[in-house]
């Protein structure tokens, strides 16, 4: 595996650099650890990268990665892609053996999270909602499963895992945190959470493509007069329900409020420091959902039934992120508590919750 101190030799082999970028000292490689063992490539006289490879210990890590691969390079050289292909990373180059995929690096660029709290420093909501709903609703219009699925075969369209986490596999009992079973215990002693966790595996409609990782980190908003943003990590991408994605905008927008808050306790103690006021987080869903309607040319009664399963598939987002926040924690955090209190609000009604959490309205038939 390429580190820091091989992927300058291994790039310039390859006439991905020049001397020149290395002899002029303005050659930067720096580790950005997510998923894959990411390295980030810049340098003053040509184009950056940003070059994956699998991580080791992942078993799923390589198939992934060749996914995401292959789908960026599908949008950029099929037709069937041409819409969203402005929003999708170009590839540079990659190496089969072993797999490294060295994407273009997007910049003058920042991750959403960060426009995010930069907007709310001026007591705005942040702009790139709308443009995220463009690109969503775009994707989800022109992707539609018949046409991926002949073009693109290798694509599963799997329920997700958290849909089933309440009956865990042994495989996922294996890597639990303590903090992990005190979130699988609370979810087998309420069994309204599990009863609705089994009902969204009935109501999944795996009809188009979807990302399938929807979150703020994987939004890039470009620098510029009009706020434009790519997605990028597109590791998990699969056919699927479209309301999967908007419930992932949905789901990170409380996930940010959250993470806003300063650690106390409990979830009660926690509130009252965000900040992120949560009514500039439903100026900014009321905005993308605008936009993505708009983008995936939906009609009153297709709108409805899409934003209704996206409110309650959030609930099971939110589930997720609690699982996630506790991944390595010997007790569960108060975040985790509260994430999990939203998603049992959520699931005790849900089009309540549209209206009054979100903000959200159906629209006329």
């Known amino acids: 595996m390429l580190t820091i101190d091989t992927l300058t030799a291994y790039l310039l082999e390859r006439v991905l650099i020049s001397p020149r970028s290395v002899l002029d000292g303005e050659l930067m490689i720096t580790s950005v650890a997510r998923r894959n063992q ?5 340098r003053r006289d040509g184009p950056g990268y ?5 991580d080791a210990g992942s078993p799923n890590a390589a198939a992934s990665l060749a996914a995401e691969a292959e789908f960026c390079r599908f949008c950029h050289s099929d037709p069937l892609g041409t819409d969203v292909a402005y929003a999708v990373p170009r ?7 072993p797999l490294l995929i060295a994407f273009e690096l997007i910049a003058p660029a920042a991750p959403m999270g960060r426009h995010v709290w930069d907007a709310a420093k001026d007591g705005r909501p942040g702009d790139a909602y709308e443009p995220l709903g463009d690109v969503l609703g775009t994707l989800h219009r022109t992707l539609p499963a018949p046409a991926v699925a002949e073009r693109l075969p290798w694509l599963h369209d799997h329920v997700p895992w958290i849909m089933r986490a309440h009956k865990p596999s042994p495989a996922l009992l294996a890597e639990l945190s303590p903090a992990n079973y005190q979130t699988l215990q609370i979810l087998q002693h309420q069994s309204a959470i599990s009863r609705q966790l089994d009902g969204l595996r009935d109501v999944w409609s795996p009809s188009t493509l979807i990302h399938n990782d929807v979150k703020a980190d994987n939004v890039l908003v470009l620098d510029g007069a009009a706020t434009e943003i790519r997605l990028v990590d597109w590791e998990l991408v699969q056919v699927g329900d479209p309301a999967w994605d908007v419930a992932g905008v949905l789901q990170d927008a409380v996930m940010m409020w959250v993470q806003s808050m300063t650690p106390a306790p409990t979830p009660e103690e926690m509130e009252p420091s965000a900040q992120l006021p949560w009514p500039e987080r439903q100026v900014a869903l009321r905005a993308f959902w605008r936009r993505y309607r708009a983008a995936a040319r939906l009609s009153g009664d297709d709108a409805n039934a899409l934003l209704s399963r996206a409110v309650r598939y959030s609930a099971a987002r939110l589930i997720q992120s609690a699982f996630e926040m506790a991944h390595d924690a010997a007790q569960l955090p108060a975040g985790s508590v509260l994430l999990l209190q939203v998603s049992a609000n959520i699931f005790d009604d849900p089009a309540l919750a549209q209206v009054q959490l979100y903000h959200l309205f159906r629209e006329a038939a």
Do not use: G, S, Y
């Open 91 to 97: 590839i540079a180059f990659v190496d089969r053996d």
């Open 38 to 42: 990411n390295l980030r490539v810049t």
């Open 50 to 54: 940003m070059v994956k490879q699998p």
